[in-house]
């Protein structure tokens, strides 16, 4: 029975996709381990380590692991589930799986090409060490291979699966607006694009509920500026970070899901948004049209016109002729329980 480390670094971050990504996969790992011949250790700080339930296997993580990681003999595969984990075996005599979400740093039109050269140089030192790769969607494989050296090196998609665990009946949040509202969930932050949404409220009576963590004020202040230019402001609506009820109610209830989103390695919401059969409207950048495929209406450029009656007619459209079935199958296609076994399955195989 191989043992294999979990590296959860990222789960010190709640209410983020990578935070999800870990608690989910790592649950799906440790449903579908014995019967594919594996044994899971959770490599997480102690405060985390409820997470995957009382009897799993931890190993706790400390700050003082990033200069020397505890012993590796007993265990034949460490998986890195972020590229940019700060513990990483490299001088460990264990296979090392790596996964990589995203280069989402190469759109960053903010970033100086210095900084993004640095970033290229720290993430190809993971990959010289990596036996194998794994990207999260066909479009970041093409750029791990378009701007990155695999040395020959596999490297597989394994797609991540939605993110719902099931509640029942979601209870209206305390502070909901009333009416029909649009909706977007995300770290606020420029890559997430959310400052081009409040033109959608011109000519409706609709609301814009945006839910997740304030990353930067300054562009706070730049959606609301835009609110303010259009006159909306009091329709726009911060949520800040939600508990899980919260999201799916908001995400079940909404008139119709967005995704602006300028830089995306898959975009885990779109997933959710497609689980309750909803009419979702994505930007045409990165990985968005591959995870949306024919389910999705597309935003083709943030012209505020252009926009406006791209909201218009994906709801006429939906309204008439949506396919609720087929947009909830195409959810269904990303399971977690399928991502865990294909990383069961590259587990034995290295």
Request: hydrophobic fraction near 35%; proline fraction near 4%.
């Amino acid at each position: 029975m191989k043992k294999i480390i979990f590296d959860c670094e990222r789960m010190k971050y709640p209410h983020t996709g990578l935070y999800h990504f870990c608690h989910q996969l790592g649950n799906a790992l440790r449903e579908n381990a014995e019967e594919n011949q594996a044994q899971l250790s959770f490599y997480v700080r102690a405060s985390e380590q409820s997470a995957f339930g009382e009897n799993a296997n931890y190993i706790a993580q400390h700050s003082l692991h990033k200069f020397w990681l505890p012993s590796t003999r007993k265990y034949q595969v460490w998986h890195a589930t972020y590229q940019g984990t700060q513990y990483y075996p490299y001088h460990r005599r264990i296979k090392i799986i790596l996964t990589i979400h995203d280069l989402n740093f190469l759109y960053d039109e903010h970033k100086p090409e210095h900084k993004k050269l640095r970033e290229i140089k720290k993430l190809q030192q993971k990959i010289n060490r990596a036996d194998h790769i794994v990207a999260i969607s066909e479009f970041t494989k093409n750029d791990i291979l378009t701007h990155l050296n695999t040395r020959k090196k596999p490297v597989s998609v394994i797609y991540n699966g939605c993110n719902f665990n099931h509640i029942g009946t979601p209870v209206r949040p305390e502070n909901a607006p009333e009416g029909d509202f649009l909706y977007t969930i995300g770290t606020i932050t420029d890559k997430k694009n959310f400052h081009v949404l409040p033109c959608l409220l011109q000519h409706n009576n609709l609301k814009l509920v945006i839910s997740g963590i304030h990353q930067s004020q300054t562009y706070t202040d730049k959606i609301m500026a835009e609110a303010n230019r259009w006159g909306v402001a009091d329709r726009v609506v911060f949520t800040g970070s939600v508990s899980e009820n919260d999201k799916q109610w908001y995400i079940s209830h909404c008139r119709a899901f967005l995704f602006p989103s300028l830089a995306e390695g898959f975009g885990l919401p779109v997933i959710e948004a497609m689980h309750f059969g909803k009419a979702v409207i994505l930007s045409t950048r990165t990985a968005l049209p591959e995870i949306g495929g024919d389910c999705a209406y597309y935003f083709q450029d943030f012209e505020p016109a252009t926009m406006q009656k791209t909201l218009e007619e994906s709801l006429l459209h939906f309204d008439q002729a949506g396919d609720v079935e087929k947009i909830k199958n195409r959810a269904r296609f990303f399971s977690w329980k399928n991502a865990a076994n294909q990383y069961l399955r590259l587990y034995e195989s290295i």
